[in-house]
């Protein structure tokens, strides 16, 4: 057995976790839907690598589609906003073809 002690030598960066406990409505028109994931803009960025709870209303169905989802990139600044691409992950087989479904029919 031996001993330790903490690193003093400024090599290792402190590690920050970030936790965003907020709930973001969007219409439509502000969220571009495809067939792994979607795109939308927000008012301030979200850490890559951050999982989101997604739920996705259609007109016709009138259910939800719900999962989860990785943002994988964030890009922009405070004046114009932040382009969030999410990432669907585990989604049931059901849910992957309505979602596919969505995303052809938002196909620009």
């Known amino acids: 057995m031996s001993t330790t002690k903490l690193d003093t030598s400024g090599v290792f960066q402190p590690i920050t976790v970030h936790s965003h406990t907020r709930k973001l409505s969007l219409a439509a028109n502000q969220v571009a839907i495809r067939k792994n994931g979607l795109e939308f803009v927000a008012s301030s960025p979200i850490p890559v690598w951050t999982e989101l ?3 996705l209303r259609s ?22 906003g932040y382009v969030v691409s999410l990432m669907f992950m585990n989604l049931t087989r059901h849910a992957q073809e309505r979602l ?7 196909a620009a």
């Open 59 to 80: 007109g016709e169905t009138g259910r939800p589609l719900r999962g989860t989802g990785v943002v994988v990139d964030c890009a922009g600044n405070r004046h114009s």
């Open 100 to 106: 596919t479904e969505l995303a052809s029919g938002y």
């Open 53 to 55: 709870t997604v739920e």
